[in-house]
């Protein structure tokens, strides 16, 4: 079963916009995990954000956390065609395993 | 360090019939786990093994089952196959167990047909 709901489903932006995906789950978590999936191929690995963490920044990426309200939010800043993919949140609830979202379809058009 | 590798990548079988999907993991990496990935489930856990013991097994029927072996390689199989288990069949390894508080290494997965 789906532990996070990634909103919206699709995001089309030009070049160079900001986008914002967010994340919201529904039982406590040790960690959240964002993913990023071109095409049908496998998964990358973005950042980990823990639960007594509130931010973290990773290069044009910037993640955030709220534990008080159950959800996260990914920014991409700057976009570019190549960020074109799915973007997946996955949480852990205290088990070795992730918890995927069904994902958010990023375009970014040149 | 070479990548996750997953083989075959892509495989058609026919009902009723059984696949074996074969994962090799990072060098070094003793974690491994698998997903699949359908367009109507999204993503979901299978199961992950860890120094050849299953360490976690997801919500899957027990025609789902997998192994891994001494140098960390490994398989699964999926018997009696149904037209629900055509899916991208992904591998994941990881450095040590508990996949949520290692940062997870994707292959490039394994689409299986089924007609």
């Known amino acids: 079963s789906q532990q996070g709901e990634e909103d919206p489903q699709a995001l089309s932006i030009q070049e160079g916009e900001n986008a914002t995906m967010n994340c919201s789950y529904k039982?406590?978590?040790?960690?959240l995990q964002w993913y990023r999936q071109n095409s049908g191929r496998g998964l990358v690995h973005l950042i980990l954000?823990?639960?007594?963490?509130r931010e973290k920044h990773s290069g044009r990426l910037r993640v955030t956390l709220d534990t008080s309200k159950k959800s996260s939010s990914l920014l991409i800043t700057a976009s570019r065609a190549a960020d074109t993919a799915s973007y997946f949140c996955?949480?852990?609830?205290?088990?070795?395993?992730?918890?995927f979202g069904k994902g958010t379809m990023l375009l970014v058009s040149p | 360090k070479a990548g996750v590798t997953q083989t075959p990548r892509y495989l058609i079988k026919t009902r009723g019939q059984q696949v074996t999907l074969s994962c090799s993991p990072i060098s070094g990496h003793r974690s491994v786990s698998w997903y699949q990935q359908t367009p109507g489930q999204g993503l979901q856990f299978l199961f992950e093994?860890?120094?050849?013991?299953?360490?976690n097994k997801g919500n899957f029927p027990g025609r789902f089952s997998g192994r891994q072996f001494s140098n960390s390689r490994s398989e699964m199989n999926v018997s009696t196959l149904e037209l629900g288990d055509s899916a991208l069949y992904l591998c994941a390894s990881s450095l040590g167990s508990g996949s949520a508080y290692n940062e997870q290494f994707f292959g490039p997965g394994t689409r299986l047909t089924v007609l």
């Open positions: 954000i823990r639960s007594n963490e």
């Open positions: 039982t406590s978590i040790n960690n």
């Open positions: 996955a949480t852990n609830s205290g088990y070795s395993t992730l918890t």
């Open positions: 093994y860890f120094s050849e013991t299953q360490r």
